[in-house]
């Protein structure tokens, strides 16, 4: 008897070794190479061009799922700092040996409703605009990333439960494979909204696409962002780690809506 796997998730699994096979050739090509959470792209570009500007080092990003660099990582991928959006892909790495240590929490997420300009949907907080289209049969399509492997979607699960809407919504979930491509999907219209990183959501090119608006904290667990060396790391991802702990650092990540831990 044989098994097929859908037609989606195999395409997951080649892209995934695909990405593995491709890594090792990334980081001999230059500099040391940084996977980090899609939810920091905007402020880690930010953060990574001062830095250079600041040391004369540079770094390489690649941006994804946390869960899909988790894979990565534990399958031997080379990169040498990982910026995780749930810190329990850290633990898990780090209890394997796969890190220089423990790590250390950079940053506190949150997720915004965004509702891209025309649509029939709402913003208000307690999503009862959502409620109401839902009702009214004006949503066809809401874009969050996917709950398998990307925390943002878990947290857009969460929320969605707490307000009784996540059955509701079944069959017309748009999955991003990340929360950059949700964010992207809720924004473009070709969604009628979508559930988002807030991080995003304050970012130019999104902010003209759509209005947002913050889901309650405690709608959803926290979802605390750390950062870990992997074994190997260089001196130059050394520099950089202490980087995004330095007051530079920091303040670019308050503009882009994190809520950071005491500086260490």
Same mark, same amino acid.
């Given at each position: 008897?044989?098994?097929?796997?859908?037609?989606?998730?195999?395409?997951?699994?080649?892209?995934?070794?695909? &990405?593995?096979?491709?890594?090792?050739?990334?980081?001999? +090509?230059?500099?040391?190479?940084? +996977? *980090?959470?899609?939810?920091?792209?905007?402020?880690?570009?930010?953060?990574?061009?001062?830095?250079?500007?600041? $040391?004369?080092?540079?770094?390489?990003?690649?941006?994804?799922?946390?869960?899909?660099?988790?894979?990565?990582?534990? #399958?031997? +991928?080379?990169?040498?700092?990982?910026?995780?959006?749930? =810190?329990?892909?850290?633990?898990?790495?780090? #209890?394997?040996?796969? $890190?220089?240590?423990?790590?250390?929490?950079?940053?506190?997420?949150?997720?915004?409703?965004?509702? @891209? /300009?025309?649509?029939?949907?709402?913003?208000?907080?307690?999503?009862?605009?959502?409620?109401?289209?839902?009702?009214?049969?004006?949503?066809?399509?809401?874009?969050?990333?996917? @709950? =398998? /492997?990307?925390?943002?979607?878990?947290?857009? =699960?969460?929320?969605?439960? /707490?307000?009784?809407?996540?059955?509701?919504?079944?069959?017309?979930?748009?999955?991003?494979?990340?929360?950059?491509?949700?964010?992207?999907?809720? $924004?473009?219209?070709? *969604?009628? &909204?979508?559930?988002?990183?807030?991080?995003?959501?304050?970012?130019?090119?999104?902010?003209?696409?759509? =209005?947002?608006?913050?889901? @309650?904290? /405690?709608?959803?667990?926290?979802?605390?962002? %750390?950062?870990?060396?992997?074994?190997?790391?260089?001196?130059?991802?050394?520099?950089?780690?202490?980087?995004?702990? #330095? @007051?530079?650092?920091?303040?670019?990540? %308050?503009?882009?809506?994190?809520?950071?831990?005491? #500086?260490?």
């Amino acid at each position: 008897m044989s098994l097929q796997l859908p037609l989606h998730k195999l395409l997951r699994s080649l892209l995934l070794s695909l &990405g593995v096979l491709l890594l090792p050739a990334m980081a001999l +090509a230059g500099p040391p190479v940084v +996977a *980090a959470a899609a939810n920091m792209q905007f402020a880690l570009e930010q953060i990574a061009s001062r830095f250079q500007a600041d $040391t004369g080092q540079s770094v390489k990003l690649v941006f994804g799922s946390s869960g899909n660099f988790y894979r990565q990582i534990r #399958a031997g +991928a080379p990169f040498e700092l990982f910026l995780s959006a749930d =810190e329990a892909f850290v633990e898990r790495l780090a #209890a394997s040996g796969k $890190t220089a240590d423990g790590g250390a929490l950079y940053a506190m997420g949150r997720i915004v409703l965004a509702v @891209p /300009h025309g649509s029939p949907l709402k913003a208000d907080a307690a999503l009862e605009g959502l409620r109401q289209a839902l009702a009214a049969g004006q949503i066809q399509r809401f874009a969050i990333a996917n @709950p =398998e /492997h990307a925390p943002y979607g878990q947290l857009a =699960e969460q929320a969605l439960r /707490h307000a009784g809407l996540w059955q509701a919504l079944q069959g017309k979930l748009v999955l991003g494979e990340n929360v950059a491509q949700a964010a992207q999907f809720a $924004t473009s219209g070709n *969604a009628q &909204g979508g559930i988002i990183a807030y991080s995003l959501a304050l970012a130019p090119d999104v902010a003209r696409r759509a =209005e947002f608006v913050l889901i @309650p904290e /405690h709608w959803h667990q926290p979802l605390r962002q %750390r950062m870990v060396l992997l074994e190997g790391a260089g001196a130059t991802s050394r520099a950089f780690y202490r980087y995004l702990q #330095a @007051p530079a650092a920091r303040a670019i990540l %308050r503009q882009y809506g994190f809520s950071l831990p005491e #500086a260490g």
